[in-house]
């Protein structure tokens, strides 16, 4: 299955099957060794992260595009149910962003549904909206992780 996304009213949606266990592709999501595998759109280049999964802590990423711009991301979980859900909001007051993430069991393997609320309507980088480029992004990330997770999911 590839990645399907719809966006509409400030939110969007991203699902992905993956041929891997439910718990497995929950790891993927929570464990700094493995996100640093895949984590970032298809421009990036190095991804530096700290987590701290549980419902209050952190969840941080600083991303290199294109080896030159780096890209900081920080927010909090709001719910943690290995392996079933987890959610944060963006750390940033002023960036009401916030993100659910599910992951269901199905015949085939793993279901993830992302929903990504209060995405601003502005246009950034020259006028390309932002919805865009997030939605791009997220759209990559599913790709590499479905890649990262068929390589085995080799970190630990």
């Known amino acids: 299955m590839n990645?399907?996304?719809s966006y509409a009213d400030g939110t969007l949606t991203v699902t992905r099957v993956?041929?891997?266990p439910r718990e497995a592709?929950?790891?993927a999501w929570?464990?700094?060794s493995k996100v640093e595998q895949w984590w970032?759109?298809?421009?990036?280049t190095n991804v530096k992260s700290e987590i701290e999964p549980c419902v209050g802590g952190t969840y941080t990423h600083e991303i290199t595009v294109k080896?030159?711009?780096?890209?900081?991301g920080n927010a909090v979980f709001t719910k943690y149910d290995p392996p079933s859900r987890l959610a944060y909001a963006s750390g940033d007051p002023n960036d009401p962003m916030a993100i659910v993430v599910e992951f269901t069991e199905v015949e085939s393997?793993?279901?993830v549904q992302l929903v990504l609320t209060g995405i601003p309507d502005m246009n950034v980088d020259g006028g390309i909206a932002l919805s865009e480029i997030i939605r791009s992004g997220w759209s990559a990330a599913f790709g590499k992780l479905a890649v990262f997770l068929?390589?085995?999911?080799?970190?630990a």
């Open 3 to 5: 990645t399907e996304t």
């Open 18 to 20: 993956y041929n891997a």
């Open 25 to 27: 592709v929950f790891d």
């Open 30 to 32: 929570i464990k700094t």
């Open 40 to 44: 970032g759109c298809a421009d990036t």
């Open 67 to 72: 080896g030159i711009h780096v890209v900081p």
């Open 109 to 111: 393997g793993t279901l």
């Open 150 to 155: 068929d390589d085995g999911a080799k970190a």
